[in-house]
C-alpha cells in the first residue's frame, strides 16, 4: 500500500506533527509505504505561524504570496496522484475547484480536519478576513464533497462534516504517551503554573490578566512558565518566557505543577480540542480549562481535570490546586490514564490503519 500524505503545513505546524508526522514512523513498521508532501513550504509555515502578530498590509501580502505558492504546489500533487493507492489530505483544500479532477485520477481521497477551518478563526470586517471565509468554507465543503472518508477530532466537527460526507470516522489527538510521560516531582517549595501555545493562542491569556495576577499576589512561591508566547504583556505577574522546541517541550511541561488552557466558548473554539490540555494531562499535571463542549468530552470536572468559566472559578480552583499537592497528583494521574486510554498514538494508529484498509 501506498499513501501520499498531503500536509497544510511542514512539520512546524503544530497540527501538521500531530496529524501526520508522528504516524509515519508508525506506519513504515507495519509495512505502509508513503511519501509526504507540504501544501506549502517550510518558509511559508513559518510565516504561517507569526502571522496573527501581522499588520492589515503585511498579512495581504502574506495570503498573496501563500496563495499562489499553494496553488503550484498542489497542481503537482493532482500530476503525481495516479501513484498511489490513496491520498490524505491533512486540512489542505483545492481553489478553483481542482480537487474534481484529483478525485478523477485517484478517488481514495481521506480529508483529516482537526479543526473548524470552514470558520474564519476570528471575527472581522477587513477585506482579507471576508474573503478568508468566503473562501475557505467553500474549499472545505467542496473537498468534504469528494473524499471517501473523513477523520474528524471530535463531535462538533463532525456533526457539520456529516452533512456533506456519509463516511465520517473520529480519531482525537493523537499524543505519544511514551514521548510524553510523567516524571516524578522533586520536592520544591514553589508550584509551577505553566502554559503551552504559539502566537496564534497567546490572545486567548489576557482573559486571565486579571486572575494570574491575584493569584500571584496571593501566593509569593508560585511562578508561572508561558512556553511558545507572542506578544503578551502582564506586569503584576512573575513569569518566565521559555521559547518552543520539539525537543524541550515536553521536558518544560514536566517542570510544571498546573497547565492551563484559556479559550473562549464559541464556534471557532468548539471545533478545537485543546492539543496543550492533552499534553499537559499526558505527562501527569493537571488541566484547567475553560469549558466548552468540545472540551467537555475529555474532561469530566474534578476528576480528571476542572473546567472554568469567570475570574472567581479561575482564582478558586488554581488556589485548591496550589495548595493541595495530593489533589493535583490525584487529578494528575486521572488526566493521565485518561489520554493514553482515548486518544493515544498506539491506539489511534489502528483506527488510522482502519481508515486506510477501507
Given at each position: 500500500m501506498r499513501i501520499l500524505f498531503v500536509s497544510y503545513g511542514t512539520e512546524k505546524a503544530p497540527a501538521t506533527r500531530y496529524r501526520v508526522s508522528q504516524y509515519l514512523p508508525q506506519l513504515e513498521k507495519r509495512g505502509i509505504k508513503y511519501r509526504s508532501f507540504s501544501a506549502i513550504s517550510g518558509i511559508s509555515t513559518a510565516l504561517m505561524i507569526k502571522s496573527p502578530d501581522f499588520g492589515p498590509l503585511t498579512k495581504l501580502l502574506y495570503y498573496v504570496y501563500v496563495s499562489i505558492e499553494r496553488m503550484l504546489r498542489l497542481i503537482h500533487v493532482i500530476f503525481i496522484a495516479r501513484r498511489f493507492n490513496a491520498i490524505f489530505l491533512q486540512r489542505t483544500t483545492f481553489p478553483f475547484r481542482l480537487e474534481i479532477l484529483l478525485k478523477i485520477l485517484n478517488k481514495?481521497?481521506?480529508?483529516?480536519?482537526?479543526?473548524?477551518?470552514?470558520?474564519?478563526?476570528?471575527?472581522?470586517?477587513?477585506?482579507v478576513t471576508r474573503i478568508k471565509k468566503y473562501v475557505k468554507k467553500g474549499e472545505v465543503i467542496n473537498i468534504l464533497k469528494v473524499s471517501k472518508t473523513v477523520i474528524v477530532e471530535n463531535e462538533y466537527i463532525r456533526e457539520f462534516v456529516s452533512r456533506y460526507c456519509n463516511r465520517v470516522v473520529k480519531i482525537p489527538g493523537p499524543i505519544d504517551t511514551e514521548r510524553f510521560f510523567v516524571l516524578p516531582k522533586e520536592k520544591d517549595k514553589s508550584v509551577?503554573?505553566?502554559?503551552?501555545?504559539?502566537?496564534?493562542?497567546?490572545?486567548?491569556?489576557?482573559?486571565?490578566?486579571?486572575?494570574?495576577?491575584?493569584?500571584?499576589?496571593?501566593?509569593?512561591?508560585?511562578?508561572?512558565k508561558f512556553i511558545g508566547l507572542g506578544k503578551y504583556t502582564n506586569p503584576g505577574v512573575r513569569h518566565e518566557r521559555v521559547d518552543w522546541s520539539y525537543d524541550s517541550e515536553v521536558r518544560n511541561l514536566q517542570g510544571c505543577d498546573i497547565g492551563i488552557m484559556p479559550m473562549p466558548d464559541n464556534e471557532w473554539t468548539r471545533g478545537k480540542l485543546g492539543c496543550k490540555m492533552l499534553q499537559y494531562m499526558a505527562v501527569g499535571?493537571?488541566?484547567?480549562?475553560?469549558?466548552?463542549?468540545?472540551?467537555?468530552?475529555?474532561?469530566?470536572?474534578?476528576?480528571?481535570?476542572?473546567?472554568?468559566?469567570?475570574?472567581?472559578?479561575?482564582?478558586?480552583?488554581?488556589?485548591?490546586?496550589?495548595?493541595?499537592?495530593?489533589?493535583?497528583?490525584?487529578?494528575?494521574?486521572?488526566?493521565?490514564?485518561?489520554?493514553?486510554?482515548?486518544?493515544?498514538?498506539?491506539?489511534?494508529?489502528?483506527?488510522?490503519?482502519?481508515?486506510?484498509?477501507?
Open positions: 481514495n481521497i481521506i480529508f483529516d480536519i482537526d479543526d473548524a477551518i470552514y470558520l474564519p478563526d476570528k471575527e472581522g470586517r477587513d477585506l509551577v503554573v505553566g502554559w503551552i501555545g504559539s502566537p496564534a493562542t497567546t490572545a486567548y491569556l489576557y482573559m486571565l490578566n486579571d486572575a494570574l495576577r491575584r493569584v500571584s499576589e496571593k501566593y509569593d512561591f508560585v511562578k508561572f499535571i493537571p488541566a484547567v480549562v475553560s469549558y466548552t463542549p468540545t472540551n467537555a468530552e475529555m474532561i469530566k470536572n474534578g476528576e480528571n481535570g476542572f473546567f472554568t468559566v469567570t475570574t472567581e472559578e479561575w482564582i478558586r480552583v488554581l488556589s485548591e490546586l496550589i495548595e493541595n499537592e495530593r489533589l493535583r497528583q490525584t487529578v494528575g494521574q486521572k488526566g493521565r490514564a485518561t489520554v493514553v486510554e482515548k486518544c493515544s498514538l498506539t491506539r489511534n494508529i489502528d483506527r488510522l490503519l482502519g481508515v486506510l484498509n477501507d
